[in-house]
């Protein structure tokens, strides 16, 4: 079992993944996850990926091909894994492609979740994520049990944004502003969307309407993976 999650920043990627992975029992691998905790931690990663993330650019292939390789040698993947994030440029399908082959692997599911761009300002801009664990949130779309909002009854009040199960502080992303995503959707229509060409012939694609509720995508979502509710 070795499946891609494929869709724009904003489209509910990290938000399905973690229950697909709870559902299939093999790590959800999302690759802005591992390269946010590379930033934190400091590593010489991070130090390279950082400024190109918060302008909202594309962290080169070398870089990201590493982090992949190294993290599906782990044990945990040995049943497969859900990519999130990954491939985003031809080079790293090649790059995916040739890792799998040498396992006698392919990709066996891309799940393409269509949402138009118009829709994906308020989700970014409206996000708040637990760092540690990469849950996300949404002010509007799925407030955290503990907000409490301001005067205007719609700002939240940032000290009581906290995550539903460990109480943690939320935050949101450096990268989640209107600017930085006009970025990642550019190199999403110019670099992304046409590696799906190279997945088609294989009959793998399973394409999502994700401009729909989270429980409505959900649901399509099991049904892409012949699964029911
Ligand atoms: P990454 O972290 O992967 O960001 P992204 O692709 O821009 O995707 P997002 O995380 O923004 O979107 P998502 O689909 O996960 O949305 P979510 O479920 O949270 O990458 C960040 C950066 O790292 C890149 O820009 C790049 O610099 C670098 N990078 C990463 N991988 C790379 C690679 N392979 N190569 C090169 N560089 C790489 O949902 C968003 C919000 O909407 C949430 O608040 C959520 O609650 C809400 N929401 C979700 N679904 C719904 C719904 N159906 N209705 C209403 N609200 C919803
Ligand atoms: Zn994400």
Known sequence: NIMILFGPPGAGKGTHG???????????LSTGDMLRAAVSAGTEVGKQAKAVMNAGGLVSDEIVVGIIRDRIKESDCRFGFILDGFPRTLAQTQALDKMLAEEGACVTKVIELEVPDSVLEERITGRWIHKASGRSYHTKFAPPK?????????????????????????????DDTASALKKRLAGYHNETVPILKHYQPNGVVKAVNANQGMDGVWTQILSALERSA
């Open 18 to 28: 973690p229950k697909i992975e709870d559902l299939l029992g093999i790590p959800a």
């Open 146 to 174: 503990s907000m409490k909002v301001g005067p205007d009854k719609k700002t939240p009040i940032a000290d009581t944004m906290k995550d539903d199960k460990t109480g943690e502080p939320l935050m949101q992303r450096s």
